[in-house]
């Protein structure tokens, strides 16, 4: 089955720096990507995704970025704030099946300092 | 803006006992889901649910588990016998269709086994 890791698995920037967090997967069929984030107590929520006719795909301050030769995705926060504090999961699946599951990294928790 | 809703957000059990946790997904959403958080742990999947069936579970998932949608509205995940180590927090999701299938997450129940 699939295996998704993630790194780093802790990450702090300053305010207004950039934020970069990596996925590898290991499913060749895996075709879509989303990244969740995830506020202390709260349930995941979607903030960019990408599927794998994509390369990459930007969202005001978020990019992901994918490379589908060495099964591995990024996301990239730009002008990190305050509120971009929170565990971040890249997810991946492969929309096979009637209904395709999604597999999980282990998340990063961002802390952005001021 | 339409939102997976769960009940109850926290059920406290006794080992042994069974719980049903409840999940009202989005209503034109076709495809269901459920997951695990284990404390800062990342999520997994448990279930998935179109049609009226099951079309795939993880190994997590054994005899022990069952799901249902009882009506037009509603999707329950129970437990028979819980054991301590089912005590998560456990994330329905909806999505209205695959591939490239969109999860969007309720809000949690946080399951404690005593």
């Given amino acids: 089955g699939e295996n998704v890791e993630q790194h780093p698995s802790t990450l702090s920037v300053q305010e207004g720096d950039s934020a970069v967090i990596k996925c590898t997967y290991s499913d060749s069929a895996s075709n879509y990507f989303p990244w969740y984030k995830q506020e202390l107590g709260k349930r995941p929520q979607l903030i960019i ?42 997810a991946a699946s492969d929309n096979t099946g009637t209904a395709s599951k999604l597999t999980f990294g282990t998340g990063t928790r961002l802390q952005v300092t001021l | ?64 588990f069952s799901v249902e949608r009882p009506d037009g509205s509603n999707f329950t995940l129970k437990i028979r016998s819980t054991k301590l180590e089912d005590s998560a927090m456990y994330f329905c999701a909806s999505s209205a269709r695959v591939p490239y299938n969109e999860q969007f997450f309720g809000p949690g129940t946080r399951l404690t086994v005593l």
């Avoid at chain 1, 990459?56 to 990024?74: G, M, P, Y």
Wanted: charged share 25%; net charge negative.
């Fill in chain 2, 1 to 64: 803006e339409p939102e997976v809703t769960q009940t109850p957000s926290h059920q406290v059990t006794q080992m042994g006992q069974e719980v049903i946790l409840r999940c009202v997904p989005i209503s034109n959403h076709l495809y269901f889901y459920w997951y695990r958080q284990i404390l800062g742990q990342k999520v997994e999947f448990l279930v998935s649910f179109y049609n009226n069936e099951i079309s795939e579970k993880s190994e997590i998932f054994d005899d022990q």
């Fill in chain 1, 49 to 90: 995704d990408i599927r794998s006719n994509v390369g990459e795909k930007k969202d005001q301050r978020i990019a992901v970025t994918l490379n589908k030769t060495a099964k591995h995705f990024s996301l990239h926060i730009t002008e990190t704030q305050p509120e971009d504090s929170a565990v971040y999961f890249c």
